[in-house]
């Protein structure tokens, strides 16, 4: 792989578009179509940590998928150090991922609950075949104490964790191959409220101690703001505003983001406007800040 070019994003995501065909409910009625992407640009640089939020159904954890390679896009491009990862054939998208890795939302869903965490940590090395077996677990160890869990950890199974440590294990296996991106799609919303901070607060050590770049996503706006220099509101597929956290509290031009920041009680006490939306309101670790859902 060339250096990328110092002034190119580590991340590039140029007019991507999803459209899903839905089956037919009749024979030989129409195919109906579902844009959930319709042209997202976007691009992260090293080191940055850029937001992505927006209501359920906005189109976030599909292009979450799309930088993954988890799934093509309909148009468009994702450049990731320079190269276009959707015309990557297999070898080379498989030696890639190793510089990106993702976290889930769930992590009750995304661990399996019959393997070892060491097993589960070292997953994504096992899938690259350049590490023994004893190089594989010293380095799961090395990530477990990363994320704040033990050695004895590793022997254990996902059902013997908290919520919030099930994330760690999620993070650390997330860490075990040293990327440059983590892409993490909703990686608090499953948490009881108490441990949201703690997670986000590891997810911030961690990056500035290995210089990592985040793709955060939640439909939460004090989420992303906690980690993010820099963040974009999704609505219906398409990126509709965006600008650095506190830009978007105080000047919020789109009607949706406005309706983001007021749901948010410390910008708009009470959360009136949020509450006539029929929005639920719920507090979060954040300085008394309410999330949207
Ligand atoms: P978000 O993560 O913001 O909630 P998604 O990316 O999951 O949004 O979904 C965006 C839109 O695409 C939604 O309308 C959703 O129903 C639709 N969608 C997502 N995945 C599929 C799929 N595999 N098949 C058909 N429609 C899908
Ligand atoms: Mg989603």
Known sequence: MNEPVAAQPLLRVTDLTRTYELARTRLFGPREQVHALRGVSLSVNAGQSVGIVGESGSGKSTLARIVMALDAPTSGSVLFGGQDLHALKPGPLRAARRDFQMVFQDPYGSLDPRQTIERIVGEPLQALHDATRDQQRLRVLEVLAQVGLRDSDAHKYPHEFSGGQRQRIAIARALITRPRLIVADEPVSALDVSVQAQVLNLLQDLQRQHGLS???????????????????VMHQGSIVERGAPAELFTNARHPYTQALVGAVPRISPGGARARRAGRRMQKTPMAGAGTLE
């Open 214 to 232: 985040y793709l955060l996503i939640s439909h939460d706006l004090a989420v992303v703001s906690h980690l993010c220099d820099e963040v974009a």
